[in-house]
């Protein structure tokens, strides 16, 4: 197993700790998103969209870090099951997953940045203030929603972390480097701490990384 990453991208470490949960054994190349790696012809002879994580198994090549965890998870269905539980359960589970992967990832990640600053002007205060709004919108949601559930559970969606975690906690993490007042999230921070008592999770953390300056 190889996966492609670059240690500050949500959607690798999103990888990382799926990898890590299932206890696979796998190895890391770098590619600097900061430079343009991704746009490299080696880059691209693996993935048309110049993107990252790129993941390759067994002789197939896969791209996109929920598509990914679905892999895994089919594939390798004796390790650690990312999506379990009931039906319903397991709908919970993806829109959770899904509420910070379509609806705050794909307006704040880098190549969008990059665009507000060199294609609209916009300053480094206007950027921080775009990624703060759209961060806290959905957090805000999520909050409420861990809030009124009916029946609490030691993690997201269940008494074991899921792909629930496997995007909240990169996305925790890009709060802070953003300086979002994570104190408003205080259900949140409580499935946060629960994760940082859990190796798989620690291991995936950015500054863990071979590329990590």
Same mark, same amino acid.
């Given at each position: 197993m190889v996966l492609y990453d670059y240690y500050r991208s949500s959607c690798a470490y999103r990888v990382r700790i799926a990898l890590n949960l299932k206890a696979l054994d796998y190895q890391q190349?770098?590619?600097?998103?900061?430079?343009? @790696? +991704?746009?490299?012809?080696?880059?691209q002879q693996l993935t048309t969209e110049q993107l990252v994580p790129v993941f390759r198994d067994d002789g197939i090549?896969?791209?996109?870090?929920?598509?990914?965890c679905e892999y895994l998870d089919e594939a390798y269905?004796?390790?650690?099951?990312?999506?379990?539980?009931?039906?319903? +359960?397991?709908?919970?589970?993806?829109?959770?997953?899904?509420?910070i992967?379509? @609806?705050i990832h794909?307006?704040?990640?880098l190549r969008v940045l990059k665009y507000l600053k060199s294609a609209l002007a916009i300053d480094e205060t206007g950027k921080n203030q775009w990624y703060q709004h759209w961060i806290n919108t959905t957090f805000v949601a999520l909050e409420s929603q861990l809030k009124q559930r009916s029946d609490p559970t030691l993690f997201c969606c269940s008494?074991?972390?899921?792909?629930?975690e496997v995007c909240l906690i990169p996305q925790i993490y890009?709060?802070?480097?953003?300086?979002v007042d994570m104190e408003h999230y205080p259900n949140l921070l409580t499935i946060e701490r629960r994760c940082q008592s859990i190796a798989a999770f620690n291991r995936a953390h950015p500054d863990q990384q071979p590329d990590a300056k």
């Open positions: 190349i770098p590619v600097n998103l900061v430079t343009a @790696e +991704q746009s490299s012809l080696a880059h090549t896969l791209t996109q870090s929920l598509a990914i269905p004796h390790t650690y099951a990312l999506i379990t539980g009931s039906v319903y +359960q397991r709908c919970a589970i993806r829109a959770f997953a899904l509420a992967a379509c @609806e794909p307006i704040n990640n008494d074991q972390p899921s792909l629930a890009n709060a802070r480097r953003f300086n």
